[in-house]
C-alpha cells in the first residue's frame, strides 16, 4: 500500500516566522512531489511541485526533497496570516496518479 | 479568470436517486480527475479520464460512473445514491505538473 504521511498538526507559528512542513512516503519509485494549499471550505491550490534532490525556491516557499530519506518538506519564510491553511503533499508514483498526504494545518498568528 | 466550473456548490438528494456531477475545463486539457474529500480521510480518487471517451478507475468506483464525451466536459454519476456518499466532491483538470487545477467543489448532502 502506497502511502503518504503528514503531521496532521496544528502546526502554530507567529507571523515573520519559518513555517516547516514535512511529508514522508513509502514507494522508493515515487517520481514527483507537490505542496498544495487548501483554505477552509475551498479547494487545493498548487503551490509548488519538485522532481529533483535538493532544494526548489518560489518567493517564500522552499520545496526540499530527500529520495534517500524518502521525504519532502516544504518551508514558507516570513510566515504571514494568509498564509493559515491547510497544506496537503501529494506523491505521484503511476504518471497520472497521485496519492495524497491528509494535510497538515497551519495557523500564523498576528 | 475561471478555469475549472462545476455545475453546483451545494446540492441535497434523496437516497436512491441518480445524481449527475459535471465539470468543466476551459483550458483544453487532457487529463481530468473526480475526487471526493472527507474529514479524516483526505482526497480519494474515484475516476480518472485522460482523453475522450477514455476513462479508468481510481482508488474508490464503486457506485460511480463517469462519462466523457466532449474533451471539456467530465460527468460524475452516482447510480443510486447512498448516504455514504455524503461527501464534497472535487473536480481537478491537468495538462502539466505545472498547470492543474481544482473546480471550487460540489458539497454533496444524501439524506
Known amino acids: 500500500q502506497k502511502e503518504v504521511e503528514q503531521n496532521s498538526g496544528p502546526l502554530s507559528v507567529p507571523e515573520g516566522a519559518i513555517a516547516s512542513l514535512n511529508c514522508t512516503y513509502s514507494?522508493?519509485?515515487?517520481?514527483?512531489f507537490f505542496w498544495y494549499r487548501q483554505y477552509s471550505g475551498k479547494s487545493p491550490e498548487l503551490i509548488m511541485f519538485?522532481?529533483s534532490n535538493g532544494d526548489k525556491e518560489d518567493g517564500r516557499f522552499t520545496a526540499q526533497l530527500n529520495k534517500a530519506s524518502q521525504y519532502v518538506s516544504l518551508l514558507i519564510r516570513d510566515s504571514q496570516p494568509s498564509d493559515s491553511a491547510t497544506y496537503l503533499c501529494?506523491?505521484?508514483?503511476?504518471?497520472?496518479?497521485?496519492?495524497w498526504g491528509l494535510g497538515t494545518s497551519l495557523g500564523v498568528n498576528p | 479568470d475561471v478555469k475549472v466550473t462545476q455545475s453546483s456548490r451545494y446540492l441535497v438528494k434523496r437516497t436512491g436517486e441518480k445524481v449527475f456531477l459535471e465539470c468543466v475545463q476551459d483550458?483544453?486539457?487532457?487529463?481530468m480527475f473526480w475526487y471526493r474529500q472527507d474529514p479524516g480521510l483526505g482526497l480519494r480518487l474515484i475516476y480518472f479520464?485522460?482523453?475522450?471517451?477514455?476513462?479508468e478507475k481510481g482508488d474508490i468506483p464503486e457506485g460511480y460512473s463517469v462519462s466523457r464525451e466532449k474533451k471539456e466536459r467530465f460527468s460524475l454519476i452516482l447510480e443510486s445514491a447512498s448516504t455514504n456518499q455524503t461527501s464534497m466532491y472535487l473536480c481537478?483538470?491537468?495538462?502539466?505538473?505545472?498547470?492543474?487545477?481544482f473546480g471550487p467543489g460540489t458539497r454533496l448532502t444524501v439524506t
Open positions: 483550458m483544453d486539457h487532457e487529463n
Open positions: 481537478a483538470s491537468w495538462a502539466s505538473a505545472r498547470e492543474q487545477y
Open positions: 514507494d522508493r519509485g515515487s517520481q514527483s
Open positions: 479520464s485522460y482523453d475522450v471517451k477514455m476513462k
Open positions: 519538485i522532481y
Open positions: 501529494a506523491v505521484n508514483t503511476d504518471n497520472r496518479k497521485l496519492i
